[in-house]
């Protein structure tokens, strides 16, 4: 039986960990590949990198830091943010990404979606989802949360599985930075109607959350940033705490 | 030197990459001489069998592939790798593989679970070998196909709604179905052993 994923997610600008990273035993707490090693060493599961910068300078910084970050790390690495067409997809497997994340250029580009994995295998495209619910409904948003659509959610989670995606990354805007909570609902929903594996984003704040998502949601992995960075809480209590619910964890 | 045999499958640079963190010296390559002539040969592979045999076969690999199996020289398929060293496979019309084990390569059968099989799973002996300490580690796997075989070249195994075969071997020929590349320090230990194993000649256990 598959374990059930601890997924730790670091936005990166220029080269660098955006959010202050807080372990005491690191000597550049800004530094994506020392930071990478120190989950490793936590036990995390697979790691999530968003490239929040907007220039394509900065992108090819993204591709170097996928080369740094594989040199050393061992396990899964999905790379989101700023990915336009095959060719970014192309250059950040080759960096040694194992999965890429595609967002608004999913939306205004459904056919990437397509094209990639027809290319590179649909195990390694990944569609990120930013979700809010507005008058009942819930709707996907686009350039991080900016840009509102009013496309449904659940459908668009249907759509994109049926165009190739293999994985999908689920964050909920409403319970983003609360940490009271992934949204349950949300996940139980758009896990109802695809059939491939759901990272749920969004609401972690203590290591119940994880436990409740896992249980009522059937998820198969559960992203946070702060809460790990922060040092609130570590990979192994939620693992622990995870375990002790009888969720099968590694 | 290990020969990581380059056919222009996905990622076999993650592949490498753990090579070179843990010292151990390899070339990624498809001359014949090369991979003829090394201390052990890595088969990668990512994305089908049938494409990946073609391939083999444009290069004229097929045949070495098969020389460096019987000439005793350790071979190690990962992933897809590990698949093509079978007698078969299902994916895409029935295709032939190498037939360095027997067996043929099947889809993972509908028990209701999320297909490819995506993610970490737990394994256990199936029967004793260098690599026990796999047993109860989990380790990181991408595939919608398995490799149905006897049970007397079965190392290890994983549970998804069937037993799947995680570690074969046939004397010399040794296949991994995971990817110990991205397997955390349990799929750095697995390559280590196979190192020891090829410095040791140990392949006796089955």
């Known amino acids: ?250 | 030197m290990f020969a990581i045999v380059d056919y222009d499958t996905g990622n076999t640079r993650n592949l490498m990459k753990a090579f070179n963190y843990l010292g151990i010296d390899n070339e990624l390559t498809d001359d014949k001489e090369k991979i003829l002539q090394a201390e052990a040969v890595i088969l990668p592979g990512v994305g089908a069998f049938k494409a990946a045999m073609a391939e083999l076969e444009k290069r004229n690999l097929v045949n070495t592939l098969k020389k460096v199996a019987t000439n005793k020289t350790p071979i190690l398929g990962i992933c897809l790798g590990m698949q093509l060293l079978f007698d078969s496979s299902q994916e895409y019309g029935l295709t032939n593989g190498l037939g360095l084990i027997t067996g043929s390569v099947e889809q993972i059968p509908d028990t209701g679970l999320k297909i490819p099989q995506m993610g970490w799973n737990q394994n256990r002996i199936i029967q004793n070998s260098p690599f026990d300490d796999i047993n109860g580690q989990f380790t990181y796997f991408v595939h919608s196909y398995y490799a149905n075989c006897d049970r007397r070249n079965i190392i290890s195994a994983v549970d998804y709604g069937i037993s799947i075969p995680s570690i074969v071997q046939n004397k010399n020929v040794i296949g991994m179905q995971f990817h110990p590349e991205k397997s955390g320090s349990v799929g750095l230990e697995l390559l280590k052993t196979f190192q020891k194993m090829v410095k040791t000649n140990d392949f006796s256990s089955n």
């Open chain 1, 1 to 250: 039986m598959l374990a059930k994923r601890i997924i730790p997610c670091l936005d990166v600008d220029d080269g660098r960990v955006k959010k202050g990273v807080n372990f005491v035993n690191l000597t550049d707490v800004g530094d994506p590949t020392e930071i990478s090693a120190e989950y490793q060493r936590q036990g995390a599961d697979e790691l999530v990198f968003l490239d929040i910068t907007a220039t394509n300078e900065h992108r090819k910084t993204m591709a170097d830091i996928v080369e740094s970050v594989s040199s050393q790390v061992f396990m899964p690495l999905t790379i989101g943010g700023g990915v336009h067409d095959v060719a970014d997809i192309q250059r950040l497997l080759k960096a040694g990404a194992d999965k890429v994340a595609i967002n608004s250029a999913a939306v205004s580009d459904p056919e990437l979606i397509t094209k990639g994995a027809e290319k590179f295998g649909n195990q390694c495209i990944v569609v990120a989802i930013d979700v809010q619910k507005t008058a009942g409904k819930y709707l996907v948003h686009t350039h991080g949360g900016k840009k509102a659509t009013d496309i449904d959610a659940i459908e668009w989670a249907k759509e994109v599985v049926k165009r190739g995606a293999g994985e999908l990354l689920i964050t909920s805007m409403d319970k983003d930075g609360t940490k009271n909570g992934f949204d349950i609902e949300l996940y139980q929903a758009i896990n109802k109607v695809v059939n491939v594996p759901i990272i749920a984003s969004g609401g972690a704040g203590k290591v119940e959350d994880f436990t409740e998502v896992f249980e009522k949601a059937d998820v198969d992995g559960a992203l946070a940033a702060s809460v790990f960075h922060f040092g609130e809480l570590s990979i192994n209590d939620v693992k622990q705490a995870v375990r002790k619910a009888g969720v099968v964890v590694r």
